[in-house]
């Protein structure tokens, strides 16, 4: 037997209960994963309090990434004893994702983690940190360096853009940072943050070429935002986008494109391959410093996943939190 919080439809809303389950209840798949941590996040918070409409599937276990040790497996890529991490490819939203003493995942959504890697600390980084050291990479790939000149990036306060400062500063990069709460300034700069631009200043409609100012981003927004930073990008500048939280439409031209060359490059994290993803993972391990994580992470355990998870819809709760499901 073993718990997990699992999510029903009654009535048209949804509710969540910590069940006791035998193994046979899981999904059932190649890799069997003694679950240590998973986090929780603003989707985690919506899937569990039905506030937004991402589980359309009942039952479900949500929570969108997982650490933990491999108990059994039929692939050839991980053995028992083996410890992996997990983030993304819908878990926690259409297949039985973190919040689960055991999980049954497939290889491909699997990577080794690290030597060395506290398994807590995975949880810490988690998705956001995995997207942000990702969109580093995406830069670097297209020869943007801490010497090409000062790189932007975009919904710097939230998980990504935090960890993308973080990195970015640590490598030596001039960072700028747009925020739409002023009162996260003096925690931008903490992270390596040298210029502050605001989120309405970046929104205003601008013509497809303004002047020069970038040689990389990092876009978290898209939208209006990511329209102003193409405008603005140096010649080769390159892009790295990874969020639509300002919207999917993107209100510009050809123009950056073909008289800048400027280059886009979409990141996702689920679909990047299994290789990238243990690089990155590796990096993270390395390269990640201490502060990028913020505020001291929070452990709580499965029982109290409900409670938080209304309290971070309603926007109560600040650093990361982390749910310990070895309790």
Same mark, same amino acid.
Not at 55 to 72: A, Q, S, Y
Not at 201 to 221: C, F, H, I, N, Y
Not at 251 to 268: A, E, H, K, S
């Given at each position: 037997?073993f718990k997990?919080?699992?999510l029903?439809?009654v009535e +048209?809303?949804? #509710? ?5 389950l035998?193994?046979? &209840?899981l999904?059932a798949?190649?890799v069997?994963v003694?679950?240590d941590?998973s986090?929780?996040n603003?989707? @985690? ?6 506030t +937004?409409k991402?589980i359309r ?5 949500p ?6 040790t ?8 991980y053995?028992?004893?083996d410890?992996?991490?997990?983030t993304?490819? =819908?878990?926690? %939203?259409n297949?039985? +994702?973190?919040?689960s003493q055991m999980?049954r995942?497939?290889p491909?959504?699997?990577v080794?983690l *690290?030597?060395?890697?506290? *398994? $807590?600390?995975t949880?810490e980084?988690?998705? /956001?940190?995995l997207t &942000?050291?990702?969109?580093v990479m995406?830069? %670097? @790939?297209?020869g ?5 000149g *000062?790189?932007i990036?975009?919904? !710097?306060?939230g998980?990504v +853009?935090?960890?993308a400062?973080s990195i970015l500063?640590?490598l030596?990069y001039?960072? !700028?940072a #747009?925020?739409g709460?002023p009162e996260t ?12 631009l605001?989120r309405?200043e970046?929104a ?11 040689? =990389? &981003?990092?876009?978290t927004? =898209?939208?209006?935002i990511? !329209?102003?930073?193409? /405008?603005?990008?140096?010649y080769?500048?390159?892009?790295a986008?990874c ?7 993107l ?6 494109f073909i008289l800048?060359? #400027? $280059?886009?490059q979409g990141?996702d994290s689920?679909m990047?391959?299994? /290789?990238?993803r243990?690089e /990155?993972?590796g990096?993270?391990q390395?390269?990640? *410093?201490?502060s990028?994580?913020g505020e001291i ?7 109290q996943?409900?409670d938080?998870?209304n309290?971070?819809v309603n ?5 990361r939190v982390?749910v310990?499901?070895?309790?």
């Amino acid at each position: 037997m073993f718990k997990a919080l699992v999510l029903n439809e009654v009535e +048209g809303k949804t #509710v969540s209960a910590v069940e006791s389950l035998e193994l046979d &209840a899981l999904p059932a798949e190649d890799v069997l994963v003694e679950v240590d941590y998973s986090s929780l996040n603003y989707k @985690d918070g919506l899937a569990v309090t039905g506030t +937004g409409k991402i589980i359309r599937n009942f039952p479900m276990v949500p929570g969108i990434d997982l650490v933990g040790t491999v108990v059994e497996s039929a692939s050839d890529d991980y053995s028992a004893g083996d410890k992996v991490v997990m983030t993304g490819w =819908g878990v926690g %939203e259409n297949y039985w +994702g973190g919040y689960s003493q055991m999980a049954r995942m497939k290889p491909e959504w699997l990577v080794h983690l *690290p030597e060395g890697m506290e *398994p $807590r600390k995975t949880m810490e980084i988690g998705t /956001a940190g995995l997207t &942000a050291m990702l969109c580093v990479m995406a830069l %670097e @790939d297209g020869g943007v360096l801490p010497t090409s000149g *000062p790189v932007i990036v975009t919904g !710097a306060a939230g998980g990504v +853009g935090s960890v993308a400062v973080s990195i970015l500063a640590g490598l030596g990069y001039e960072v !700028a940072a #747009v925020t739409g709460r002023p009162e996260t300034e003096a925690y931008l700069r903490e992270l390596g943050a040298t210029t502050i631009l605001t989120r309405e200043e970046m929104a205003e409609k601008s013509r497809p070429l303004e002047r020069q100012r970038w040689a =990389g &981003a990092v876009d978290t927004v =898209g939208d209006a935002i990511l !329209a102003r930073v193409l /405008a603005e990008m140096n010649y080769s500048g390159v892009v790295a986008a990874c969020g639509l939280a300002g919207g999917f439409k993107l209100p510009t031209t050809v123009m950056p494109f073909i008289l800048r060359n #400027v $280059r886009l490059q979409g990141v996702d994290s689920v679909m990047c391959p299994v /290789a990238r993803r243990q690089e /990155a993972w590796g990096r993270l391990q390395s390269q990640l *410093p201490d502060s990028a994580l913020g505020e001291i992470s929070e452990l709580i355990s499965l029982d109290q996943v409900d409670d938080y998870a209304n309290r971070i819809v309603n926007g109560q709760v600040r650093g990361r939190v982390v749910v310990d499901l070895k309790k």
